[in-house]
Structures are given as structure tokens and as C-alpha cells.
């Protein structure tokens, strides 16, 4: 399968920019997750990499979250593997020893979401037409528990109660308020105001920093990594239930719907 997105590390800065690239919304399918957690892990090996900015290089959409098509229909074994490769994804971000940026240049549903809140800091396009959040209720399914932990640590409970069971999608002048997003510029600069930003957070000593974002995070991604199995599992059989095919199947039509 062709790539989805490109990766370019400037060695001057130390800032690598993943530009997701998979058409048309920048679903999280089974090769993105597999690819982009191969990227993540060459640049934390590297050692002239010291920053990502994650973007999309589509118009209007940062990401819509992980790809439907791979939970609907599909054998128990095949969502297995897709799970495995979510957790894989967050894993390599949310406890990311670099800095990451998410630059918000779209809309960002669910999967997106947790892909912007696992970065250290977001900036969204200041596009009212642009929504952020985690609306997994929505579809009729449930945000997992690290999930709601990564949106917790991020915003705190309230916000993160409201908006779990609700399914909330903020648009983004609510995401900044809600404190989603950390700031709000102009589409343009969004990128480099990342990079910007970058420069500012590498002028605090590596290891403290990266001891600093440990200290954050690692109660969170332990849970995680000793539960493995458990969340695989209680996803297989969870996803695989009739009564949410079915939702799922609704939830496809009426995006489907939507359009024409
Ligand atoms: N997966 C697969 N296909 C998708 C997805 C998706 N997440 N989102 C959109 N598509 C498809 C559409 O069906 C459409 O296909 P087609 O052209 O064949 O009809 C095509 O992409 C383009 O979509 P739109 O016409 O809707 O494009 P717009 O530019 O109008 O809108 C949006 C883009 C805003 C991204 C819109 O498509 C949207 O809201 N999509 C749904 C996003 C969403 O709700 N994602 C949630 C996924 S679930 C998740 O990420 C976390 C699950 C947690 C696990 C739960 C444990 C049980």
C-alpha cells in the first residue's frame, strides 16, 4: 500500500514535520496506524530529532478518526490486529520522549482528537467551520479508558464528563475555551506557528523536560501497557456485537446521507 503521509526532519532545527496524506479524510485505516508508528519510533531514535509537528496536507480535515471501514464487517482476528495498532499509535505518542505539536488544519473527529490531545500542545486553524472532539457516543460506541484519561489530563473531568457522554464536537473558538486546543491562528500559520513554538520548548533542558513529561504521563500509559490484552479483548467483543454493527452501520449511512 502507498504512503499516507510524508515525514520531513529539518537537521538544522531538529523539527520533523508528518504531513498526513491519505485521501479522502485521513482515516486512521490499519497502514496508517502501522506507518505512522514506524515514523514515530525511527525519530525518536534519531538523535538530530528533537520536535514532530503532526498536520494534514488534505484541506479542511486533520484527521476523521480511526477508519470505520476497518471495525465494520470484519473478523474478530482482523479487529484484533486494528486494536493492537491504535494502542501502538497512542503508546508511541502520548509517551513520546519529543516534543509534539499537533498543527490542527482541519477538522479532527474521535480518533483525530486523541491523536491532537496525545501532542504536548495544539494549534488550530482559528476556521469556525472546524470542530474538534471525542464523539465517540455518537456512533454508539465508547471512548476506551485512555481515551478519557488522555482528555482528562488534558482539559479535567468536567469538561471531559460533558463532553464523553455527549459526544461533543467543539468548533474552534469552543475548543479553546473548553481548553481542547491551546491557541487558535490563522490557517497559514498554523505550521509555523508550531515550529515557533518548538524553538521556545527546546530552550528548556532536554532531560528535564523530558523527566517533567514522564512524571505527567507515565501513570496513564502504564495503565495501558498492563491491560493490553484485557482492552484488546474487551474491544473485540465489544465491536463485534451485533447491536453495534448495526449503529456503526447507521453512522455510515448517514454520513453517506449527509452528501447527497
Ligand atoms: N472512517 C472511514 N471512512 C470515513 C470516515 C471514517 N472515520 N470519515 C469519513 N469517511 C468517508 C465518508 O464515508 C465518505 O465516503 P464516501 O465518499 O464513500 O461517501 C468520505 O470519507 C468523505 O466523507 P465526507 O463526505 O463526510 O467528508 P466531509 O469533508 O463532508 O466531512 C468529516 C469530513 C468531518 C471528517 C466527516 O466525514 C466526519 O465527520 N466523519 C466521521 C468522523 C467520525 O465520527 N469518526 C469516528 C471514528 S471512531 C474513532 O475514531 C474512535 C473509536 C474508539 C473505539 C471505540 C471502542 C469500541
Redesign the pocket.
Known amino acids: 500500500s502507498s504512503s499516507k503521509m510524508t515525514v520531513d526532519l529539518d537537521s538544522g532545527t531538529g523539527i520533523a514535520v508528518i504531513r498526513f496524506h491519505s485521501p479522502?479524510?485521513n482515516?486512521?485505516s490499519l497502514d496508517f496506524l502501522t506507518e505512522f508508528a514506524s515514523n514515530m519510533e525511527k525519530l525518536e531514535l534519531d538523535k538530530g530529532c528533537r520536535g514532530v509537528v503532526l498536520t494534514s496536507a488534505l484541506p479542511?480535515?486533520f484527521s476523521?478518526?480511526?477508519?470505520?471501514?476497518e471495525?465494520y464487517g470484519k473478523s474478530p482476528e482482523h479487529c484484533r490486529e486494528f486494536w493492537k495498532a491504535?494502542q501502538e499509535m497512542w503508546l508511541k505518542l502520548y509517551g513520546s520522549s519529543m516534543v509534539t505539536m499537533a498543527a490542527i488544519n482541519g477538522?479532527s473527529?474521535?480518533?483525530?482528537c486523541?491523536m491532537a490531545l496525545s501532542c504536548d500542545y495544539r494549534i488550530m486553524a482559528d476556521n469556525p467551520r472546524y470542530s474538534i472532539g471525542l464523539?465517540?457516543t455518537?456512533?454508539g460506541?465508547?471512548?476506551?479508558f485512555w481515551?478519557k484519561e488522555t482528555m482528562v489530563n488534558t482539559v479535567g473531568h468536567r469538561v471531559t464528563e460533558l463532553s464523553l457522554q455527549l459526544g461533543l464536537m467543539y468548533i474552534a473558538p469552543d475548543a479553546l475555551k473548553s481548553g481542547l486546543v491551546d491557541q487558535l491562528v490563522a490557517e497559514e500559520m498554523v505550521v509555523t506557528t508550531a515550529m515557533e513554538t518548538l524553538a521556545k520548548w527546546f530552550a528548556v533542558p532536554d532531560h528535564a523536560r523530558q523527566i517533567t513529561k514522564s512524571m505527567m504521563r507515565k501513570p496513564t500509559v502504564d495503565k495501558l501497557l498492563s491491560s493490553r490484552e484485557v482492552d484488546i479483548n474487551n474491544?473485540v467483543t465489544?465491536?463485534t456485537k451485533d447491536s453495534?454493527q448495526k449503529s456503526l452501520k447507521m453512522?455510515?449511512e448517514s454520513?453517506?446521507k449527509?452528501?447527497a
Open positions: 479522502p479524510v482515516s486512521l479542511k480535515i476523521a478518526g480511526l477508519d470505520i471501514t471495525m491504535v477538522s473527529p474521535a480518533g483525530g486523541l464523539n465517540e455518537q456512533l460506541i465508547v471512548a476506551p481515551f474491544f465489544f465491536i453495534i453512522y455510515m454520513l453517506r449527509k452528501k
